[in-house]
């Protein structure tokens, strides 16, 4: 599912600190086969971890992952909100989560983003994309 919301710039909801590279988190390491440009951040406790990247057709995308023990507290909107905080206002910022992961959709919908369409992503490699 392809979610968007527009930038609303000023400050975050949320300290957020520059993030550990590829090497140090999975979430990065995947943006980074999909984004360009990609910034990372992380709050101050590290539980969370916030990416923001150019996409598909050069879009504007925000990827966020809460560490297992630290869900249901709130964090996972508050970074994806931040997002909406780090762009332009007015720039339009896309979220792409898998329909079945409930949760994940709840957290971004919370944010401010809604449904726009949905899409696949061929690999040509065959690969698997997660």
């Known amino acids: 599912m392809v979610l968007a919301a527009e930038g609303v710039g000023g400050d975050p909801p949320l300290e957020l600190r520059p993030g550990a590279g590829p090497a140090r988190h999975p979430r990065t390491a995947r943006a980074l086969r999909y984004r360009g440009d990609l910034q990372v951040w992380t709050d101050p406790g590290g539980a969370g971890v916030l990416l923001l990247g150019r996409g598909l057709a050069g879009r504007r995308e925000v990827a966020f992952e809460v560490d297992p023990a630290r869900r249901n507290r ?3 909107r508050l ?3 931040a997002a909406r905080h780090l762009v332009p206002p007015g720039e339009v910022l896309f ?3 898998t329909p079945g992961n409930a949760a994940s959709l709840r957290v971004v919908e919370a944010a401010g983003f809604r449904p726009i369409g949905a ?3 061929f690999h040509r490699d065959g690969a698997d994309p997660s």
């Open 79 to 81: 970074l994806v909100a």
């Open 74 to 76: 709130g964090l996972g």
């Open 95 to 97: 979220a792409q989560v």
């Open 119 to 121: 899409e696949v992503l």
